[in-house]
């Protein structure tokens, strides 16, 4: 069955600390995979996308990364987290503009 | 870019109440979707509209793709359709850049 899943769920981090969260898809190849970032009372930002392994498409300028190692594995990155990355992000995988699929979600409090 | 509005941002209703949510976008699409966030965060995906009106037990979605309007129904609302409901459009890069968010509408309903 196809599946995406995403961890963690949730974490407090310093400032200035590191962000890694990672994403992972089943059931199927060559997923177009998404991470969407949502601030308090804000709709979903779209931050990266990625069509394949190695292509990252980034949305807006910030402090964060993304990378696609293998083909169902998609990573979000901070080398250095700031107050303003707090925010609820979620990965997604998008097939045809048909079906959407969505990871459980990670809570950053960056304190 | 699609641009996508949503009202009201904020509904409160009793329980059994008919509800409507409404969704606008200002460039033409091929697909609408209906999402619902829970108060922890997951976002599934209710509806995939292309035309017409599609029901799925006591939630109706509609869409009319000449006025770029879409309208999600709840009938004989319940305290666990408390949540916040989202519709989405497709992005402005021919697909691969996903989707465009509207700001979501709160729904709390009260027994």
């Known amino acids: 069955s196809q599946t995406i899943h995403q961890w963690p769920a949730t974490l407090v981090q310093p400032v200035g600390s590191p962000l890694s969260l990672e994403c992972t898809v089943e059931?199927?190849?060559?997923?177009?995979l998404y991470w969407y970032r949502q601030a308090a009372g804000r709709g979903l930002q779209l931050l990266f996308y990625?069509?394949?392994?190695?292509?990252i498409s980034s949305e807006v300028p910030q402090n964060l990364s993304a990378s696609r190692p293998q083909d169902r594995q998609f990573i979000l990155s901070s080398k250095k987290l700031l107050l303003s990355d707090s925010g609820f992000y979620l990965c997604?995988?998008?097939?045809?503009?048909?079906?959407?699929?969505f990871g459980e979600g990670s809570w950053l409090t960056v304190v | 870019k699609n641009e996508v509005e949503q009202s009201p941002q904020n509904l409160t209703a009793q329980e059994g109440e008919f509800i409507t949510i409404n969704c606008s976008y200002s460039?033409?699409?091929?697909?609408l979707h209906w999402l619902q966030q829970h108060p922890g965060g997951g976002i599934v995906s209710l509806f995939m509209?292309?035309?017409g009106k599609k029901k799925h037990g006591r939630l109706i979605a509609t869409i009319n793709i000449q006025e770029k309007h879409s309208s999600l129904h709840i009938t004989a609302s319940h305290p666990r359709d408390s949540a916040v409901y989202i519709c989405?459009?497709?992005?402005?890069?021919?697909?691969?850049?996903?989707?465009?968010f509207g700001k979501g509408t709160h729904l709390i309903i009260q027994p």
């Open positions: 059931g199927t190849s060559n997923p177009n």
């Open positions: 509209l292309s035309s």
């Open positions: 997604a995988w998008i097939r045809g503009l048909d079906t959407i699929y």
């Open positions: 990625s069509v394949g392994i190695g292509q």
């Open positions: 460039v033409g699409i091929s697909a």
């Open positions: 989405a459009v497709p992005g402005s890069g021919g697909g691969a850049d996903g989707l465009t």
